[in-house]
């Protein structure tokens, strides 16, 4: 089992900055690739940056100037840096863990932000 907990989300004005964090524990193997995507009501979730199998970091093209993801793969963190926010950036935003073909998912925390 592998659970990814969230921390970080809420509410932030547009043009502000959210910082969010999770961790990965339990029976974690290398490798393994973590990243974070996000889900607006009734749609599908959509990748906001992740580490590829190749070692890289891949963003959505339309969030890349805006988001920084950061990977410590000794403590099984990821952090996911959100600058300029804009009210359609509201979603709810999940962590996620790839390892031995299996996707973990965190719970999801909810991020607004207001105009």
């Known amino acids: 089992q592998v659970q990814l907990v969230e921390s970080g989300g809420g509410l932030v004005q547009a043009g502000g900055s959210l910082r969010l964090s999770c961790a990965a524990s339990?029976?974690?193997?290398?490798?393994?690739?973590m990243g974070w995507y996000r889900q607006y009501p009734g749609k599908q979730r959509e990748v906001v940056g992740r580490?590829?199998?190749?070692?890289?970091?891949y963003y959505q093209d339309s969030l890349k100037d805006r988001v920084t993801i950061s990977i410590d793969n000794a403590k099984n963190t990821v952090l996911l840096q959100m600058n300029g926010l804009k009210p359609e950036d509201t979603a709810v935003y999940y962590c996620?863990?790839?390892?031995?073909?299996?996707?973990?998912w965190g719970q999801g925390t909810q991020v607004t932000v207001s105009s």
């Open positions: 339990g029976n974690i193997y290398k490798p393994n690739y």
């Open positions: 996620n863990l790839f390892q031995r073909n299996t996707d973990y």
């Open positions: 580490l590829t199998s190749r070692g890289t970091l």
